[in-house]
C-alpha cells in the first residue's frame, strides 16, 4: 500500500527557513506528480506548490512565489519543499499529497496524503 511521511516542520522565527521532506514508499513515484499543501486554523486547505513527472515543472502559489522552492529526487523516492523568508501567515500543517496532474491551473490529486507536518513560524 502507497504511502507519504512528511517530515522537517518545526518552529521558526519570521525570516527563517525550513525544508520540509515527503518520502514516499508502496508505489511508482516517478509515475505521480506531487503537490504540497496547508491548512491553517480555521481555513480551508489551499494548494502550494506542485512538481510534475516526469518532465519536473513546477508551479507556485501566489503567497510564496519567490521564496519556496518545490524539488524531487526520484532514486530517492523524495520530494522537498525549502521554504525561506517565512512569515506568521506561513504558520499550518503542511501535507504532501500525489498527483494524476500538475499544471498551472489544475492540480489532479491522486491515492495518496501524508498525515502532515507542523510549521509554526513566530513573528
Known amino acids: 500500500e502507497g504511502?507519504?511521511?512528511?517530515?522537517g516542520g518545526g518552529l521558526v522565527q519570521a525570516g527563517g527557513s525550513l525544508r520540509l521532506?515527503?518520502?514516499?514508499?508502496?508505489f511508482t513515484f516517478d509515475d505521480y506528480g506531487i503537490?504540497?499543501?496547508r491548512q491553517a486554523p480555521g481555513k480551508e486547505r489551499e494548494g502550494?506548490?506542485?512538481i510534475s513527472s516526469p518532465d519536473g515543472s513546477t508551479y507556485y502559489a501566489d503567497s510564496v512565489k519567490g521564496?519556496?522552492?518545490?524539488?524531487r529526487d526520484n532514486a530517492k523516492?523524495?520530494?522537498?519543499l525549502q521554504m525561506n523568508s517565512l512569515?506568521?501567515?506561513d504558520t499550518a500543517v503542511y501535507y504532501c499529497a500525489s498527483l494524476w496532474l500538475c499544471e498551472r491551473a489544475r492540480w489532479d490529486v491522486g491515492d495518496y496524503w501524508g498525515q502532515g507536518t507542523q510549521v509554526?513560524?513566530?513573528s
Open 3 to 7: 504511502q507519504l511521511v512528511e517530515s
Open 21 to 26: 521532506s515527503c518520502a514516499a514508499s508502496g
Open 35 to 37: 503537490g504540497w499543501f
Open 48 to 50: 502550494v506548490s506542485c
Open 67 to 71: 521564496r519556496f522552492t518545490i524539488s
Open 77 to 80: 523516492n523524495t520530494a522537498f
Open 87 to 89: 512569515k506568521p501567515e
Open 120 to 122: 509554526t513560524v513566530s
